[in-house]
């Protein structure tokens, strides 16, 4: 059948995936500094030679940890937001799964954090991953802002700059959150909606 993949395709597939996952418990468990190649081979079952025949070093592996890590979020986030109405109420529920999902995964999200710092450029690997998930995520909220102003929950405005204020509020708590761990994902992710959509303005003047 045109445009299926070959045996050895999917070996690889299989393999970069079994590799990835094991990278993911390995850096969880030890951060990524001490998440050696021999470590992580050793998780996947295999050699630490056959790694390098899928990732040419530990850099490249993050890259890919990082994708499989978007799309765990992204089908996490989907899904949160598709059982609930209300732009208010999709807003809290996507605040809720990113907040859930990084709490799972606060150490390579430390490790992301650490190397965006570094001024990643998009000639790196990992440096594209970032950008590019960022964007999809940009773009995914900035849909949910344009479906509320088109149902009149929001006022007209320009829905990537006001989804890029609330990604930036929302990686804040991410890192507050792992800094000063906060037992309740849902009450932090009601106050950084309700503060995008009041601020701190007193509701009523006197």
């Known amino acids: 059948m045109a445009g299926s993949k070959t045996k050895e395709e999917v070996i690889k597939d299989f393999r970069t995936t079994e590799i990835v996952r094991a990278a993911r418990r390995v850096i969880a468990e030890s ?21 390098y025949l899928y990732f040419r070093n530990k850099e ?11 799309e765990e979020l992204m089908a996490r986030a989907r899904g949160a937001t598709q059982r609930v109405r209300g732009t208010e109420g999709k807003l809290a529920a996507l605040l809720r799964a990113a907040l859930e999902h990084t709490g799972e995964n ?10 965006a710092q570094l001024g990643l450029g998009r000639e790196s690997l990992l440096g594209r991953k970032l950008e590019d998930n960022r964007e999809l995520f940009l773009q995914y909220v900035a849909g949910i802002v344009e479906g509320g102003a088109r149902s009149g929950e929001l006022r007209d405005c320009d829905s990537r700059r006001a989804a890029r204020f609330l990604i930036e509020t929302m990686r804040g708590a991410m ?22 959509l009041h601020g701190v303005g007193a509701t009523e003047k006197t």
Not at 35 to 50: D, L, Q
């Open 106 to 115: 606060r150490e390579i999200f430390r490790a992301l954090q650490e190397r």
């Open 31 to 51: 951060g990524f500094e001490d998440a050696s190649m021999e470590r992580i081979a050793a998780e996947a079952g295999i050699s630490k030679g056959t790694i």
């Open 175 to 196: 890192i507050d959150r792992i800094q000063n761990p906060s037992p309740s994902v849902a009450s932090d992710a009601e106050a950084i909606v309700d503060f995008f």
């Open 60 to 70: 490249e592996l993050l890259a890919h940890v990082a994708e499989h890590g978007y």
